[in-house]
Protein backbone atom coordinates (compact mmCIF):
# COMPACT_ATOMS: atom_id res chain seq x y z
CA UNK A 1 0.00 0.00 0.00
CA UNK A 2 1.15 3.10 -0.80
CA UNK A 3 1.05 6.27 0.95
CA UNK A 4 -1.23 7.98 -0.97
CA UNK A 5 -3.48 4.97 -0.10
CA UNK A 6 -2.85 5.12 3.09
CA UNK A 7 -3.85 8.77 3.86
CA UNK A 8 -6.84 8.85 1.68
CA UNK A 9 -9.96 9.90 3.89
CA UNK A 10 -13.01 7.96 4.25
CA UNK A 11 -16.59 9.17 2.37
CA UNK A 12 -17.23 10.42 5.55
CA UNK A 13 -14.12 12.03 5.73
CA UNK A 14 -14.79 13.73 2.01
CA UNK A 15 -17.73 14.76 3.44
CA UNK A 16 -17.01 16.43 6.96
CA UNK A 17 -14.54 18.39 4.29
CA UNK A 18 -16.71 19.88 1.68
CA UNK A 19 -19.29 20.95 4.82
CA UNK A 20 -16.31 22.43 6.48
CA UNK A 21 -15.42 24.39 3.22
CA UNK A 22 -19.16 25.45 1.90
CA UNK A 23 -19.90 26.25 5.83
CA UNK A 24 -21.51 29.55 4.14
CA UNK A 25 -24.28 27.48 2.31
CA UNK A 26 -25.67 24.92 5.00
CA UNK A 27 -28.20 27.69 6.53
CA UNK A 28 -29.34 28.71 2.71
CA UNK A 29 -29.33 24.68 2.10
CA UNK A 30 -31.30 23.82 5.32
CA UNK A 31 -33.91 26.69 4.63
CA UNK A 32 -34.24 24.62 0.86
CA UNK A 33 -34.37 21.09 2.61
CA UNK A 34 -37.31 22.75 4.94
CA UNK A 35 -39.28 24.19 1.38
CA UNK A 36 -38.79 20.66 -0.04
CA UNK A 37 -40.88 19.03 3.25
CA UNK A 38 -43.38 21.70 2.88
CA UNK A 39 -43.42 20.76 -0.81
CA UNK A 40 -43.59 17.09 -0.92
CA UNK A 41 -46.04 16.98 2.11
CA UNK A 42 -48.49 19.58 -0.14
CA UNK A 43 -47.97 17.14 -2.97
CA UNK A 44 -49.25 13.75 -1.20
CA UNK A 45 -51.87 15.77 0.57
CA UNK A 46 -53.37 17.19 -2.95
CA UNK A 47 -53.05 14.08 -4.61
CA UNK A 48 -54.99 12.13 -1.40
CA UNK A 49 -57.88 14.24 -0.66
CA UNK A 50 -58.42 15.09 -4.54
CA UNK A 51 -58.69 11.25 -5.22
CA UNK A 52 -60.89 11.08 -1.84
CA UNK A 53 -63.32 14.03 -3.42
CA UNK A 54 -63.74 12.31 -6.79
CA UNK A 55 -64.02 8.44 -5.94
CA UNK A 56 -66.57 10.19 -3.19
CA UNK A 57 -68.48 11.89 -5.74
CA UNK A 58 -68.37 9.18 -7.93
CA UNK A 59 -70.11 6.96 -5.66
CA UNK A 60 -72.80 8.95 -4.96
CA UNK A 61 -71.99 11.04 -1.68
CA UNK A 62 -72.37 14.49 -3.91
CA UNK A 63 -69.72 16.92 -5.29
CA UNK A 64 -67.07 17.42 -1.85
CA UNK A 65 -66.51 21.22 -3.30
CA UNK A 66 -65.18 21.93 0.63
CA UNK A 67 -62.16 19.47 -0.53
CA UNK A 68 -62.36 20.52 -3.75
CA UNK A 69 -60.95 23.99 -2.26
CA UNK A 70 -58.76 22.51 0.01
CA UNK A 71 -57.20 20.45 -3.12
CA UNK A 72 -56.75 24.21 -4.73
CA UNK A 73 -55.06 25.63 -1.66
CA UNK A 74 -52.44 22.90 -1.37
CA UNK A 75 -51.91 23.06 -5.21
CA UNK A 76 -51.12 26.58 -4.79
CA UNK A 77 -49.11 26.17 -1.66
CA UNK A 78 -47.10 23.09 -3.49
CA UNK A 79 -46.43 25.48 -6.32
CA UNK A 80 -45.25 28.10 -3.99
CA UNK A 81 -43.00 25.46 -1.76
CA UNK A 82 -41.20 24.22 -4.81
CA UNK A 83 -40.56 27.54 -6.22
CA UNK A 84 -39.17 28.44 -2.73
CA UNK A 85 -37.07 25.06 -2.70
CA UNK A 86 -35.33 25.99 -6.41
CA UNK A 87 -34.66 29.34 -5.98
CA UNK A 88 -33.23 28.24 -2.46
CA UNK A 89 -31.33 25.23 -4.18
CA UNK A 90 -30.38 27.24 -6.94
CA UNK A 91 -28.62 29.57 -4.38
CA UNK A 92 -27.17 27.08 -2.57
CA UNK A 93 -25.61 25.66 -6.11
CA UNK A 94 -23.76 28.46 -7.59
CA UNK A 95 -22.81 30.05 -4.23
CA UNK A 96 -21.26 26.40 -3.14
CA UNK A 97 -19.46 26.47 -7.09
CA UNK A 98 -18.23 29.55 -6.32
CA UNK A 99 -16.71 28.74 -3.38
CA UNK A 100 -15.34 25.47 -4.18
CA UNK A 101 -13.90 27.02 -7.05
CA UNK A 102 -12.24 29.87 -5.00
CA UNK A 103 -10.92 27.38 -2.44
CA UNK A 104 -9.45 25.01 -4.92
CA UNK A 105 -7.37 27.67 -6.85
CA UNK A 106 -6.44 28.69 -3.27
CA UNK A 107 -4.75 25.94 -2.46
CA UNK A 108 -3.42 25.57 -6.03
CA UNK A 109 -1.83 29.07 -6.30
CA UNK A 110 0.88 28.55 -3.50
CA UNK A 111 1.79 25.11 -5.20
CA UNK A 112 3.15 27.02 -8.45
CA UNK A 113 4.66 26.81 -10.11
CA UNK A 114 5.71 22.95 -9.29
CA UNK A 115 2.05 22.64 -10.11
CA UNK A 116 2.49 23.42 -13.38
CA UNK A 117 4.97 21.10 -14.03
CA UNK A 118 3.57 17.87 -12.20
CA UNK A 119 0.22 17.77 -13.75
CA UNK A 120 -1.12 18.63 -16.89
CA UNK A 121 -3.30 21.38 -17.62
CA UNK A 122 -6.23 19.46 -19.01
CA UNK A 123 -6.73 17.57 -15.94
CA UNK A 124 -6.10 20.17 -13.82
CA UNK A 125 -8.95 22.35 -15.87
CA UNK A 126 -11.15 19.40 -15.92
CA UNK A 127 -10.70 19.48 -12.22
CA UNK A 128 -11.81 23.34 -11.51
CA UNK A 129 -14.37 22.74 -14.04
CA UNK A 130 -16.34 19.20 -14.25
CA UNK A 131 -15.10 18.12 -10.96
CA UNK A 132 -16.43 20.80 -9.18
CA UNK A 133 -19.48 21.05 -11.52
CA UNK A 134 -20.58 17.18 -10.00
CA UNK A 135 -19.74 18.41 -6.53
CA UNK A 136 -22.40 21.24 -6.78
CA UNK A 137 -25.16 17.86 -7.51
CA UNK A 138 -24.92 17.38 -4.30
CA UNK A 139 -25.72 20.40 -2.76
CA UNK A 140 -28.50 21.08 -5.64
CA UNK A 141 -29.79 17.68 -5.67
CA UNK A 142 -28.34 15.13 -2.94
CA UNK A 143 -28.39 16.68 0.25
CA UNK A 144 -32.30 17.81 0.39
CA UNK A 145 -33.75 14.88 -1.40
CA UNK A 146 -31.70 12.49 0.87
CA UNK A 147 -33.38 14.20 4.53
CA UNK A 148 -36.69 14.33 3.34
CA UNK A 149 -36.51 10.68 2.53
CA UNK A 150 -35.29 9.53 5.21
CA UNK A 151 -37.37 12.10 7.34
CA UNK A 152 -40.88 12.61 5.71
CA UNK A 153 -41.18 8.69 4.33
CA UNK A 154 -41.14 7.24 8.08
CA UNK A 155 -42.91 9.71 9.36
CA UNK A 156 -45.57 9.94 6.67
CA UNK A 157 -46.09 6.31 5.69
CA UNK A 158 -46.14 5.19 9.51
CA UNK A 159 -48.96 8.62 10.05
CA UNK A 160 -50.82 7.21 7.22
CA UNK A 161 -51.02 3.72 8.85
CA UNK A 162 -52.17 4.58 12.26
CA UNK A 163 -54.34 7.50 10.84
CA UNK A 164 -56.12 4.85 8.86
CA UNK A 165 -57.48 2.12 11.81
CA UNK A 166 -55.75 -0.67 9.69
CA UNK A 167 -52.44 -0.65 9.94
CA UNK A 168 -51.93 -4.31 9.02
CA UNK A 169 -53.47 -3.42 5.93
CA UNK A 170 -50.50 -1.36 4.99
CA UNK A 171 -47.95 -3.18 6.43
CA UNK A 172 -46.78 -4.14 2.53
CA UNK A 173 -46.97 -1.12 1.40
CA UNK A 174 -44.39 -0.04 4.36
CA UNK A 175 -42.29 -3.13 3.39
CA UNK A 176 -41.61 -1.94 0.10
CA UNK A 177 -41.29 1.64 1.34
CA UNK A 178 -38.63 0.44 3.35
CA UNK A 179 -36.72 -1.39 1.48
CA UNK A 180 -36.88 1.37 -1.45
CA UNK A 181 -35.43 3.34 1.54
CA UNK A 182 -32.75 1.88 3.23
CA UNK A 183 -31.78 -0.97 0.27
CA UNK A 184 -32.08 -0.18 -3.21
CA UNK A 185 -30.28 3.37 -3.68
CA UNK A 186 -27.10 1.40 -1.80
CA UNK A 187 -27.33 -1.95 -4.43
CA UNK A 188 -24.29 -2.12 -6.34
CA UNK A 189 -22.68 1.49 -5.26
CA UNK A 190 -19.50 0.16 -3.91
CA UNK A 191 -19.05 -1.28 -7.72
CA UNK A 192 -20.46 2.18 -9.07
CA UNK A 193 -18.65 4.39 -7.33
CA UNK A 194 -15.32 2.51 -8.57
CA UNK A 195 -16.59 1.98 -11.83
CA UNK A 196 -17.00 6.07 -11.82
CA UNK A 197 -13.75 7.11 -10.87
CA UNK A 198 -12.05 5.23 -13.16
CA UNK A 199 -14.34 6.64 -16.02
CA UNK A 200 -13.57 10.57 -14.20
CA UNK A 201 -9.65 9.58 -14.91
CA UNK A 202 -10.48 8.52 -18.14
CA UNK A 203 -12.24 11.71 -18.91
CA UNK A 204 -9.64 13.92 -17.61
CA UNK A 205 -7.42 12.02 -20.33
CA UNK A 206 -9.85 12.55 -22.71
CA UNK A 207 -10.28 16.39 -21.88
CA UNK A 208 -5.94 16.56 -21.98
CA UNK A 209 -6.10 14.67 -25.47
CA UNK A 210 -8.15 17.64 -26.76
CA UNK A 211 -6.65 20.16 -25.34
CA UNK A 212 -3.48 19.01 -26.86
CA UNK A 213 -5.06 18.32 -30.17
CA UNK A 214 -6.48 21.81 -30.24
CA UNK A 215 -3.43 23.64 -29.46
CA UNK A 216 -1.31 21.66 -31.54
CA UNK A 217 -3.85 21.53 -34.34
CA UNK A 218 -1.29 23.42 -36.88
CA UNK A 219 1.45 20.54 -35.76
CA UNK A 220 -1.16 17.59 -35.77
CA UNK A 221 -2.36 18.91 -39.74
CA UNK A 222 1.37 19.46 -40.82
CA UNK A 223 2.47 16.33 -40.05
CA UNK A 224 -0.11 14.23 -40.87
CA UNK A 225 -1.62 12.97 -37.68
CA UNK A 226 -4.97 14.19 -37.74
CA UNK A 227 -7.05 10.80 -38.43
CA UNK A 228 -4.88 9.14 -35.35
CA UNK A 229 -5.63 11.66 -33.22
CA UNK A 230 -9.41 11.36 -33.78
CA UNK A 231 -8.50 7.60 -33.86
CA UNK A 232 -7.05 7.81 -30.09
CA UNK A 233 -10.29 9.76 -29.29
CA UNK A 234 -12.36 7.40 -30.49
CA UNK A 235 -10.33 4.32 -28.26
CA UNK A 236 -10.35 6.83 -25.57
CA UNK A 237 -14.76 7.50 -26.15
CA UNK A 238 -15.13 3.99 -26.27
CA UNK A 239 -13.03 3.18 -22.92
CA UNK A 240 -15.48 5.96 -21.27
CA UNK A 241 -17.74 3.99 -22.47
CA UNK A 242 -16.65 0.45 -21.24
CA UNK A 243 -15.52 1.84 -17.44
CA UNK A 244 -19.35 3.80 -17.17
CA UNK A 245 -21.21 0.35 -18.09
CA UNK A 246 -21.27 -0.75 -14.49
CA UNK A 247 -22.70 2.75 -13.17
CA UNK A 248 -25.04 2.76 -15.80
CA UNK A 249 -26.44 -0.89 -15.15
CA UNK A 250 -26.51 -0.36 -12.00
CA UNK A 251 -28.76 2.71 -11.90
CA UNK A 252 -31.16 1.11 -14.30
CA UNK A 253 -31.29 -2.09 -12.40
CA UNK A 254 -32.21 0.51 -9.42
CA UNK A 255 -34.96 2.53 -11.12
CA UNK A 256 -36.76 -1.12 -12.20
CA UNK A 257 -36.61 -2.50 -8.19
CA UNK A 258 -38.24 1.02 -7.34
CA UNK A 259 -40.65 1.11 -10.27
CA UNK A 260 -41.93 -2.42 -9.44
CA UNK A 261 -41.79 -1.57 -5.30
CA UNK A 262 -44.52 0.84 -6.14
CA UNK A 263 -46.67 -0.78 -8.41
CA UNK A 264 -46.74 -3.99 -5.59
CA UNK A 265 -47.38 -1.10 -2.74
CA UNK A 266 -49.97 0.67 -4.48
CA UNK A 267 -51.74 -2.58 -5.61
CA UNK A 268 -51.31 -4.45 -2.18
CA UNK A 269 -53.06 -1.15 -0.31
CA UNK A 270 -56.07 -1.17 -2.46
CA UNK A 271 -56.49 -5.44 -2.30
CA UNK A 272 -55.48 -5.48 1.85
CA UNK A 273 -57.45 -2.31 2.96
CA UNK A 274 -61.25 -2.74 4.44
CA UNK A 275 -62.49 0.50 4.85
CA UNK A 276 -64.45 2.35 1.94
CA UNK A 277 -63.37 3.33 -1.67
CA UNK A 278 -62.96 6.48 -1.32
CA UNK A 279 -60.51 5.87 1.40
CA UNK A 280 -58.69 3.68 -0.22
CA UNK A 281 -58.27 5.31 -3.22
CA UNK A 282 -56.99 8.20 -0.86
CA UNK A 283 -54.25 5.86 0.76
CA UNK A 284 -53.30 4.09 -2.62
CA UNK A 285 -52.63 7.78 -4.11
CA UNK A 286 -50.75 9.04 -1.06
CA UNK A 287 -48.53 5.72 -0.99
CA UNK A 288 -47.92 6.21 -4.92
CA UNK A 289 -46.58 9.41 -4.42
CA UNK A 290 -45.16 8.83 -0.92
CA UNK A 291 -42.74 6.41 -3.48
CA UNK A 292 -41.14 9.80 -4.84
CA UNK A 293 -39.19 10.31 -1.80
CA UNK A 294 -36.81 7.35 -1.93
CA UNK A 295 -36.80 7.07 -5.64
CA UNK A 296 -35.60 11.12 -5.47
CA UNK A 297 -32.79 9.08 -3.13
CA UNK A 298 -32.12 6.74 -6.06
CA UNK A 299 -32.03 9.29 -8.20
CA UNK A 300 -29.16 11.10 -6.19
CA UNK A 301 -27.04 7.78 -5.93
CA UNK A 302 -26.60 7.43 -9.59
CA UNK A 303 -24.95 10.80 -9.43
CA UNK A 304 -23.62 10.96 -6.19
CA UNK A 305 -20.90 8.29 -6.97
CA UNK A 306 -19.71 11.12 -9.62
CA UNK A 307 -19.87 13.46 -6.64
CA UNK A 308 -17.56 11.84 -4.24
CA UNK A 309 -15.06 10.85 -7.19
CA UNK A 310 -14.53 14.18 -8.23
CA UNK A 311 -14.42 14.91 -4.58
CA UNK A 312 -11.73 12.87 -4.06
CA UNK A 313 -9.95 14.69 -7.24
CA UNK A 314 -9.99 17.58 -5.59
CA UNK A 315 -9.69 16.26 -1.96
CA UNK A 316 -5.87 15.23 -3.39
CA UNK A 317 -4.89 18.09 -5.42
CA UNK A 318 -6.11 21.07 -2.98
CA UNK A 319 -3.89 18.58 0.13
CA UNK A 320 -1.30 17.51 -1.88
CA UNK A 321 1.89 18.70 0.32
CA UNK A 322 3.77 21.62 -0.66
CA UNK A 323 6.75 20.96 -3.16
CA UNK A 324 8.93 23.61 -1.30
CA UNK A 325 8.70 25.07 2.25
CA UNK A 326 8.86 28.54 2.68
CA UNK A 327 11.71 30.45 3.93
CA UNK A 328 12.58 33.27 6.56
CA UNK A 329 15.11 35.54 4.63
CA UNK A 330 13.91 38.09 2.50
CA UNK A 331 16.28 38.44 -0.48
CA UNK A 332 17.15 41.24 -1.62
CA UNK A 333 20.71 41.95 -3.68
CA UNK A 334 21.73 45.43 -5.03
CA UNK A 335 23.87 43.71 -7.41
CA UNK A 336 23.62 41.01 -9.70
CA UNK A 337 24.53 37.61 -7.05
CA UNK A 338 26.53 34.93 -7.79
CA UNK A 339 24.95 32.14 -8.38
CA UNK A 340 26.53 28.26 -7.00
CA UNK A 341 25.12 25.07 -7.64
CA UNK A 342 26.66 23.00 -5.56
CA UNK A 343 26.63 19.10 -5.86
CA UNK A 344 23.08 18.99 -6.82
CA UNK A 345 20.97 15.43 -7.63
CA UNK A 346 17.50 15.29 -7.84
CA UNK A 347 14.89 12.23 -9.15
CA UNK A 348 11.06 13.28 -10.29
CA UNK A 349 8.95 12.41 -7.37
CA UNK A 350 6.47 10.09 -9.38
CA UNK A 351 9.78 8.21 -10.07
CA UNK A 352 10.70 7.38 -6.82
CA UNK A 353 8.15 7.41 -4.60
CA UNK A 354 5.41 5.47 -5.81
CA UNK A 355 6.80 2.17 -7.02
CA UNK A 356 4.67 3.12 -10.07
CA UNK A 357 7.49 5.08 -12.10
CA UNK A 358 9.50 3.12 -13.55
CA UNK A 359 7.59 -0.48 -11.59
CA UNK A 360 4.58 0.58 -13.50
CA UNK A 361 6.16 1.16 -16.78
CA UNK A 362 7.86 -2.15 -16.32
CA UNK A 363 5.01 -3.55 -15.78
CA UNK A 364 2.99 -1.94 -18.64
CA UNK A 365 5.53 -3.43 -20.50
CA UNK A 366 6.45 -6.68 -19.42
CA UNK A 367 5.64 -8.39 -22.89
CA UNK A 368 8.49 -6.20 -24.39
CA UNK A 369 11.03 -7.73 -23.27
CA UNK A 370 14.25 -5.32 -23.45
CA UNK A 371 11.92 -2.59 -24.33
CA UNK A 372 10.02 -2.73 -20.82
CA UNK A 373 13.02 -3.30 -19.00
CA UNK A 374 14.79 -0.68 -20.59
CA UNK A 375 11.47 1.86 -20.03
CA UNK A 376 11.74 1.22 -16.04
CA UNK A 377 15.82 1.70 -16.24
CA UNK A 378 14.69 5.51 -18.29
CA UNK A 379 11.72 5.77 -15.67
CA UNK A 380 14.25 5.31 -12.94
CA UNK A 381 17.07 7.56 -13.51
CA UNK A 382 17.57 10.64 -12.00
CA UNK A 383 17.04 13.80 -13.97
CA UNK A 384 20.10 15.63 -12.33
CA UNK A 385 23.50 13.93 -10.99
CA UNK A 386 25.69 15.56 -8.74
CA UNK A 387 25.05 18.51 -11.32
CA UNK A 388 28.13 21.82 -9.60
CA UNK A 389 27.90 25.24 -11.48
CA UNK A 390 29.36 28.40 -10.75
CA UNK A 391 28.09 31.71 -11.97
CA UNK A 392 29.73 34.98 -11.47
CA UNK A 393 28.05 37.61 -9.87
CA UNK A 394 26.91 39.71 -13.39
CA UNK A 395 27.80 36.81 -15.93
CA UNK A 396 26.19 34.59 -17.79
CA UNK A 397 26.56 30.95 -17.94
CA UNK A 398 25.10 28.27 -20.79
CA UNK A 399 23.89 25.11 -20.42
CA UNK A 400 24.00 23.07 -23.74
CA UNK A 401 22.43 19.27 -24.29
CA UNK A 402 19.73 17.56 -25.91
CA UNK A 403 16.28 17.46 -25.07
CA UNK A 404 15.51 15.55 -22.15
CA UNK A 405 19.05 15.84 -20.78
CA UNK A 406 17.67 17.50 -17.14
CA UNK A 407 18.83 21.18 -18.63
CA UNK A 408 15.09 22.67 -17.72
CA UNK A 409 14.82 20.16 -14.51
CA UNK A 410 18.27 22.56 -13.08
CA UNK A 411 16.54 25.99 -14.12
CA UNK A 412 13.20 24.58 -12.17
CA UNK A 413 15.46 23.60 -9.29
CA UNK A 414 17.12 26.99 -9.28
CA UNK A 415 13.51 28.39 -9.21
CA UNK A 416 12.20 26.18 -6.73
CA UNK A 417 9.69 24.00 -8.15
CA UNK A 418 11.49 21.67 -6.08
CA UNK A 419 14.44 21.11 -3.78
CA UNK A 420 17.16 19.02 -5.08
CA UNK A 421 17.44 15.34 -3.06
CA UNK A 422 21.03 16.44 -2.44
CA UNK A 423 23.16 19.42 -2.84
CA UNK A 424 22.96 22.78 -2.12
CA UNK A 425 22.23 25.98 -4.41
CA UNK A 426 23.10 29.14 -2.99
CA UNK A 427 22.26 33.01 -4.58
CA UNK A 428 24.43 35.38 -2.66
CA UNK A 429 26.20 33.44 -1.05
CA UNK A 430 22.93 32.12 0.67
CA UNK A 431 20.68 29.13 0.41
CA UNK A 432 18.12 29.39 -1.71
CA UNK A 433 15.86 27.02 0.56
CA UNK A 434 16.44 30.00 3.59
CA UNK A 435 14.88 32.57 0.83
CA UNK A 436 11.39 33.46 1.48
CA UNK A 437 9.50 32.41 -1.81
CA UNK A 438 7.75 35.75 -2.83
CA UNK A 439 11.04 37.23 -2.51
CA UNK A 440 13.11 34.64 -4.32
CA UNK A 441 10.54 34.61 -7.29
CA UNK A 442 10.87 38.61 -7.39
CA UNK A 443 14.55 38.23 -7.62
CA UNK A 444 15.05 35.24 -9.63
CA UNK A 445 12.77 35.51 -12.99
CA UNK A 446 12.17 32.62 -15.28
CA UNK A 447 11.66 32.71 -19.22
CA UNK A 448 10.04 28.86 -19.72
CA UNK A 449 9.23 27.18 -22.93
CA UNK A 450 5.70 27.12 -22.51
CA UNK A 451 4.92 30.85 -22.87
CA UNK A 452 1.25 31.80 -21.67
CA UNK A 453 -0.58 34.80 -22.24
CA UNK A 454 -4.24 35.76 -20.83
CA UNK A 455 -6.65 37.19 -22.10
CA UNK A 456 -6.18 40.67 -22.68
CA UNK A 457 -3.89 43.69 -24.30
CA UNK A 458 -0.39 42.96 -24.99
CA UNK A 459 0.24 45.66 -22.28
CA UNK A 460 -1.77 43.69 -19.90
CA UNK A 461 0.56 40.70 -20.41
CA UNK A 462 3.30 43.24 -20.00
CA UNK A 463 2.56 44.60 -16.70
CA UNK A 464 1.21 40.96 -15.09
CA UNK A 465 5.25 41.44 -13.51
CA UNK A 466 4.94 44.70 -12.80
CA UNK A 467 1.76 46.17 -12.56
CA UNK A 468 2.79 49.87 -12.25
CA UNK A 469 5.17 49.78 -15.26
CA UNK A 470 4.65 53.20 -18.08
CA UNK A 471 3.75 52.82 -21.51
CA UNK A 472 7.47 53.71 -22.07
CA UNK A 473 9.05 50.90 -19.96
CA UNK A 474 6.87 48.97 -21.67
CA UNK A 475 7.98 50.09 -25.47
CA UNK A 476 11.80 49.99 -23.67
CA UNK A 477 11.38 46.33 -22.74
CA UNK A 478 9.71 45.49 -26.23
CA UNK A 479 12.87 47.42 -28.12
CA UNK A 480 15.15 44.63 -25.51
CA UNK A 481 13.06 42.00 -26.82
CA UNK A 482 13.36 43.21 -30.95
CA UNK A 483 9.53 43.18 -30.70
CA UNK A 484 9.29 46.93 -30.32
CA UNK A 485 8.50 47.20 -34.10
CA UNK A 486 6.33 44.20 -34.90
CA UNK A 487 4.30 45.54 -32.39
CA UNK A 488 3.94 49.08 -33.13
CA UNK A 489 2.75 47.67 -36.71
CA UNK A 490 -0.34 45.21 -35.26
CA UNK A 491 -4.03 47.33 -34.94
CA UNK A 492 -4.14 48.88 -31.77
CA UNK A 493 -0.31 48.58 -30.41
CA UNK A 494 -0.27 47.55 -26.96
CA UNK A 495 -3.74 47.91 -26.85
CA UNK A 496 -4.21 44.98 -29.34
CA UNK A 497 -6.24 41.88 -27.87
CA UNK A 498 -4.06 38.39 -27.70
CA UNK A 499 -4.53 35.33 -25.76
CA UNK A 500 -7.80 34.13 -24.71
CA UNK A 501 -9.72 31.06 -24.70
CA UNK A 502 -9.08 29.02 -27.93
CA UNK A 503 -11.68 29.10 -30.35
CA UNK A 504 -11.01 26.21 -33.53
CA UNK A 505 -7.42 25.86 -32.06
CA UNK A 506 -6.74 29.57 -32.17
CA UNK A 507 -6.60 32.52 -29.97
CA UNK A 508 -9.70 34.61 -29.60
CA UNK A 509 -7.26 37.64 -29.34
CA UNK A 510 -4.52 38.52 -32.37
CA UNK A 511 -2.36 35.56 -33.32
CA UNK A 512 0.99 35.79 -32.31
CA UNK A 513 3.32 33.15 -33.82
CA UNK A 514 5.72 31.34 -31.18
CA UNK A 515 8.64 33.66 -31.88
CA UNK A 516 6.87 36.52 -30.96
CA UNK A 517 4.79 35.11 -27.55
CA UNK A 518 8.67 34.25 -26.64
CA UNK A 519 9.50 37.80 -26.89
CA UNK A 520 6.83 39.22 -25.67
CA UNK A 521 7.52 36.81 -22.18
CA UNK A 522 11.33 38.14 -22.38
CA UNK A 523 10.20 41.45 -22.26
CA UNK A 524 7.59 41.05 -19.77
CA UNK A 525 10.52 39.32 -17.67
CA UNK A 526 12.47 42.16 -18.24
CA UNK A 527 9.96 44.56 -16.67
CA UNK A 528 10.33 42.47 -13.25
CA UNK A 529 13.79 44.08 -13.11
CA UNK A 530 15.65 40.57 -11.54
CA UNK A 531 18.82 39.87 -10.48
CA UNK A 532 18.85 36.74 -11.83
CA UNK A 533 17.55 35.78 -15.67
CA UNK A 534 16.83 32.39 -15.87
CA UNK A 535 16.29 31.50 -19.74
CA UNK A 536 14.62 28.02 -20.61
CA UNK A 537 15.10 27.61 -24.53
CA UNK A 538 13.99 31.26 -24.79
CA UNK A 539 15.37 31.30 -28.70
CA UNK A 540 13.66 28.22 -29.96
CA UNK A 541 11.40 29.74 -32.38
CA UNK A 542 13.70 32.38 -33.51
CA UNK A 543 15.95 32.68 -36.37
CA UNK A 544 20.08 32.57 -35.21
CA UNK A 545 20.58 35.77 -36.25
CA UNK A 546 17.15 37.58 -34.15
CA UNK A 547 18.94 35.31 -31.24
CA UNK A 548 22.00 36.64 -31.88
CA UNK A 549 20.70 40.57 -31.55
CA UNK A 550 18.24 39.74 -28.88
CA UNK A 551 21.45 38.63 -26.97
CA UNK A 552 23.46 41.39 -27.94
CA UNK A 553 20.61 44.02 -26.57
CA UNK A 554 20.39 41.71 -23.21
CA UNK A 555 24.25 42.08 -22.54
CA UNK A 556 23.78 46.18 -23.10
CA UNK A 557 20.36 46.45 -21.25
CA UNK A 558 21.02 43.83 -18.10
CA UNK A 559 25.08 44.74 -16.95
CA UNK A 560 23.94 44.09 -13.49
CA UNK A 561 22.22 40.90 -14.04
CA UNK A 562 23.34 37.00 -13.74
CA UNK A 563 21.78 35.06 -16.45
CA UNK A 564 21.64 31.09 -16.43
CA UNK A 565 20.39 29.75 -19.59
CA UNK A 566 19.94 26.69 -21.18
CA UNK A 567 19.98 25.81 -25.13
CA UNK A 568 20.22 23.13 -27.71
CA UNK A 569 22.00 25.18 -30.07
CA UNK A 570 25.44 25.79 -29.57
CA UNK A 571 25.37 29.70 -31.01
CA UNK A 572 24.02 30.40 -27.67
CA UNK A 573 27.23 29.89 -26.26
CA UNK A 574 28.97 32.61 -27.98
CA UNK A 575 30.13 35.21 -25.33
CA UNK A 576 29.59 33.51 -22.30
CA UNK A 577 31.32 33.44 -19.36
CA UNK A 578 30.78 29.63 -18.42
CA UNK A 579 29.69 26.92 -21.09
CA UNK A 580 28.85 23.78 -19.53
CA UNK A 581 27.08 20.43 -21.47
CA UNK A 582 24.35 18.34 -19.59
CA UNK A 583 24.19 14.72 -20.63
CA UNK A 584 21.53 12.08 -19.10
CA UNK A 585 21.71 14.27 -15.70
CA UNK A 586 25.16 14.66 -15.57
CA UNK A 587 26.59 18.39 -15.60
CA UNK A 588 30.34 18.78 -17.83
CA UNK A 589 32.18 22.09 -17.84
CA UNK A 590 33.35 22.92 -20.98
CA UNK A 591 36.46 25.42 -21.70
CA UNK A 592 35.59 26.70 -24.92
CA UNK A 593 32.88 29.56 -25.36
CA UNK A 594 32.06 29.81 -28.63
CA UNK A 595 30.02 28.33 -31.20
CA UNK A 596 32.97 27.79 -33.60
CA UNK A 597 34.96 25.74 -31.12
CA UNK A 598 31.98 23.91 -29.93
CA UNK A 599 30.95 23.36 -33.73
CA UNK A 600 34.04 21.27 -34.16
CA UNK A 601 34.35 19.16 -31.28
CA UNK A 602 30.83 18.15 -31.62
Not at 326 to 342: L, N
Request: hydrophobic content about 50%; charged content about 15%; overall charge neutral.
Amino acid sequence: MNKTQETQPTTNGILRWLASITRPVLAPLAISTIFRALHLLSDIAMFALAAYAVVASVSGGGARWGLLGIVIVLALCKALFRYLEQFTGHYVAFRSLEILRTYVFSRLWPKAPAIVASQKSGEVLTSLTDDVDRIEVVYAHTVAPMITAYVLTPIVGLGLALGSGHFVALVPALVCLAFSLFAVPYLGFGASLRGTDRTLAVRRELSQHMTDSLYGMDEVLAFGHAAARAEQADRIGAQISRTSAVARGWAGARSGINATLTVVAVAATIMCFPGDSATTAALALAVFRLFVLPRSIEAATASVDASLAAARRLYDIANSPMQVADGQVTATFDSAPEVEIDGVSYRYPRQNDRGSGAEAVATQSASAGARGRAAAAIAAAPAVVEASLRVPAGGRAVILGRSGSGKSTLLHLVHRYADPDSGQIRIGGAPITQMTLESLRATVVQVSQKNQLIAGSIADNLRLGAPGASEEELWAALDVAKLAGEVREMPQQLATKVGGQPAHGRPSGYALSGGQTARLSLARALLMRPKVLLLDEFAANLNIELEAEIRAALARALPDVTILEVSHRVEAANGADVVAVMDRGHLIILTLTSADELTRVF
